[in-house]
């Protein structure tokens, strides 16, 4: 994966809380961000169009335009549209594809751009990756941290609870991620940015550690700072190390070999899972899969509707997915019949807490 667009700026804003959309005009009022108002709103087929008529009143002068698919042909598309007028900024509104869709074209056009997240599913609401489907295929893509990052609760709300839940998932991931990049400076001398590496540990940990679940405003504020300092930890190294191991190398495997299988923090946080128990490190073992049970998240490949085969075959494909990086999957280089022995034992150990 090419190196991202590396930053130590924080964005401008930060807003996480009921009723935060509210104060988006007065946000892109902002001379660092619009000087008038001439902003290009980009929407996708949920919220967006709901919140963008909310907003209207207080821009001067704004376009909306509607996206949808997450595809690189329509991140293209919209950059076209993009150049024809001057705008001050781009503001994303919607769920991961549509906030995607709008970080790649702004970033191709040179401007600044804003996330306004109506769901809580991955660290994407911050990061510099956009995930992009070409010819079937997701990809991902350098591009500038959002400038200004809104998330209200209130819309959260109004999204789907599974959507929702899989952030959990994406955040638990990064305590794997974090072990696999120290793996690698053990290993073969990787560098580890510090600061990179605590702000991914840092959200992880308050929400594997927090009691309570999506019902609680105290824990979705935590959960969406969480997938923010995620974001932030990426744009700190230049890289997506600091959130992305051997648990999302099993991921993109399953997203290339069984297409709409389960979401991205769904998969990731699954993945996680299985490479803490392939590291033999118990107690992580123990507190990722008790979280990931309290808000329902999957711990079995069943619980994607994949079979142990289809999971075996996905955790040898999955090197290939991400060939710079090493991870406890590329340290053990398990055997196809290994794999299938790891799994049998960790599934072993679930069931095991179950009873």
Not at 17 to 44: H, M, Q
């Amino acid at each position: 994966m090419p190196l991202l667009a590396r930053s130590v700026l924080t964005p401008l804003h930060i807003d996480v809380r009921r009723g935060a959309v509210a104060d988006l005009g007065a946000i892109l009022a902002d001379g660092r961000i619009s000087s008038g108002g001439d902003v290009a709103v980009v929407v996708g087929p949920g919220q967006g169009a709901q919140i963008a008529e909310l907003i209207r009143p207080s821009l001067r002068s704004a376009d909306v335009f509607t996206v949808s698919g997450g595809t690189l042909d329509a991140a293209d598309d919209l950059g076209g549209k993009l150049r024809a007028r001057s705008y001050d900024a781009v503001v994303g509104i919607g769920g991961g594809k549509t906030i995607d869709v709008a970080k790649y074209a702004a970033t191709r056009r040179g401007l600044p751009m804003v996330s306004v997240a109506t769901s809580l599913a991955n660290d994407g609401i911050a990061s510099p990756v956009a995930s992009l489907i070409t010819d079937g295929i997701k990809g991902s893509y350098g591009v500038h941290i959002p400038i200004g990052v809104i998330v209200d609760l209130d819309f959260v709300d109004s999204g789907p609870d599974r959507h929702n839940r899989a952030g959990i998932g994406d955040v638990i991931s990064n305590i794997s991620a974090l072990a696999d990049w120290e793996l690698s400076r053990q290993v073969r001398g990787e560098p580890v940015d510090g600061l990179a590496a605590s702000l991914s540990r840092a959200g992880a940990e308050a929400v594997l550690n927090h009691p309570g679940d999506m019902s609680d405003d105290a824990f979705v504020i935590v959960l969406a700072e969480a997938l923010i300092s995620s974001g932030l930890a990426m744009a700190v190294d230049g890289t997506s190390r600091p959130c992305s191991g051997g648990c999302h190398e099993i991921m993109h495997a399953v997203d290339s070999l069984f297409p709409g299988t389960a979401s991205h923090g769904e998969l990731a946080g699954l993945g996680a899972l299985f490479c803490t128990w392939l590291r033999g490190d118990l107690r992580r073992f123990g507190e990722m899969s008790a979280c990931l049970a309290r808000h329902g998240l999957p711990r079995l490949p069943a619980e994607v509707a994949l079979t142990d085969d289809q999971f075996i075959e996905a955790v040898q494909f999955a090197p290939r997915t991400r060939p710079d990086r090493y991870t406890i999957l590329e340290h053990l280089a398990l055997s196809p019949t290994e794999t299938r022995e790891r799994l049998a034992d960790y599934a072993g150990a679930i069931r095991d807490q179950l009873g």
